[in-house]
């Protein structure tokens, strides 16, 4: 058990910024629901495809879903689906989350404690909020461009998607805050934040010289903005970065590299000195580098206790020996692709040791949403558009056979079964009306119950088995006479002639259900058949 393996997350993030927030949940244990648009209505990701490295790496560890939810029957399975969530995390635009009615306040009308997690360009308000806001926008407008680059050829971008990552960071840290309070006060609450917020938090030192001083700082290339000598300097092969800026730093430089004219430069004689004269310094500091390979200086200065280090390109830098020690890269399990290598968390808790293996690989769009044989919603793909089965996936141990009068029959999704069931009560009544009989909880015994009685045992939405036996939420009593071969996990479904109920129950598992506990719904009418 992971640190979040209690957490439910609905996750409508789409881009960059919103699915790293819901990666540091996933990657410690979160059940990540990712729910998106039917493939035929949605648009090309800005990420590239969905089995491409940048997707692969921004969605592993998660499930699919699609659902419409533009469409009303689709609106109300996503909001049965956030009454028994944790956290919703979405990035639209203010206007459309309104307009789908997903937003904060209509959340937490049907779940109080939610915690909701908005992540967007510019803020929730405010003059530019209606604005799309995208990485290179906001590192110009933030001033990180002004200061990126080499002094007199204007500015430049960051080489990685850095506001984008970084407002995923802080959400992740604000849902991780909320979720705290929550656990001393059972208080939900709305956590946001924006590429600008973040970006303007990651100036950090250079903005406080602003704030404080009203000081602009400017492009200083490779040097360091306030500390001589450091930066990167030529070598006999190339450039290596060094780190020599304090007085006991430059004297170790110095005498490591056999550079005693340096030392005695009385140009060079304090750090204030250094910082004065820094285009000259890191001239004379080149001079004597360029004797050296990099991976010289690396091991000279290093052996010295002079911080230095070699400018890798990204491959390098991934097979560099520490790297690998820190087993940056780890495989994930794709059902077609085989294993695929993506980039671990950086976070390490000595009460949970990295794991070996992902999860799972990012799914396909809807790879899970398929809850089996359903007759009243699978169906009506594509033209409702709630629900698209990406492709048929059925539980090994149930009959292949579409029969409708079995309602759980593929590889499950938390709380979809519920939300299609709950849409559908009306529809499932009038269905089931035709039917009677069942399989007792217990057992495997056949036993015929009243058409008005729940039936006692089917699939729930984690895919485990359920005791209809039960007075109320807290009640772990049951008429089983083998309870250790029933499963009571989740949102147990029981429904009646006329009514749907919910209800959980204390988790007993096991490996597998037995064959003969399958439901076995007798017909007195002949069902209806619909094309799948």
Known sequence: MKPLSHIRVLDLTHARAGPVAVRL?????????????????????????RRGPDEQNLHRNKRGLTINLKDAQGHEIFMTLAERADVVVENFKAEVKHRLKVDYQSVKAVNPAIIYASISGFGQD????DRAGVDQIIQGMSGLMSVTGEPGKGPMRVGIAISDTSAGMFLGQG????????ERTGEGQWVHTSLLES??????????????????????????????AMGAFRSKDGLANIAASSPRLWERFCSALDASTLFDNSDYSSPGKRRERKTQLNA????????????????????AGVPCGPINN?????????????????????????DLHLVRSPINLSLFPEEPRFRNAAPDPGADCDPGADPFFLRKVPDAGIFHRHRRRRHPELDKKADPALLFRGHPVIGIESAVLAVAK??????????????????GAKTRFPRDQALPAFFNPRGQWCDHSHSSDNDTSHSLRSPSKMFYIGDFCGFSKNKLSWSTLTPNQTDSPPDSWLPVIKKQKPAVKRPI
């Open 25 to 49: 949940l996933t990657d410690w244990g979160a059940d990540v629901i990712k729910v998106e648009q039917p493939p035929a209505r949605a648009g090309g990701a800005l990420t590239g495809a």
């Open 126 to 129: 405010g003059p530019y909020s």
């Open 175 to 182: 849902i991780l805050l909320a979720l705290l309070h929550r």
């Open 199 to 228: 970006m303007m938090s990651k100036l950090d030192f250079q903005g406080a010289r602003y704030t404080m001083n009203g000081e602009i700082p400017d492009q200083q290339g490779n040097n360091h903005p306030t500390q001589a």
């Open 284 to 303: 004379d500091i080149s001079a004597v580098t360029e004797a050296y390979t990099t991976a010289e200086l690396v091991e000279k200065l290093n052996d």
């Open 314 to 338: 990204i491959g390098e830098g991934f097979e560099d020996p520490q790297v690998k020690h820190l087993e940056m890269v780890k495989p994930a399990p794709h059902p077609e692709l085989d």
């Open 426 to 443: 009306r529809n499932l009544a009038n269905h089931l009306a035709g039917y009677s009989g069942g399989v007792k909880a217990g057992e």
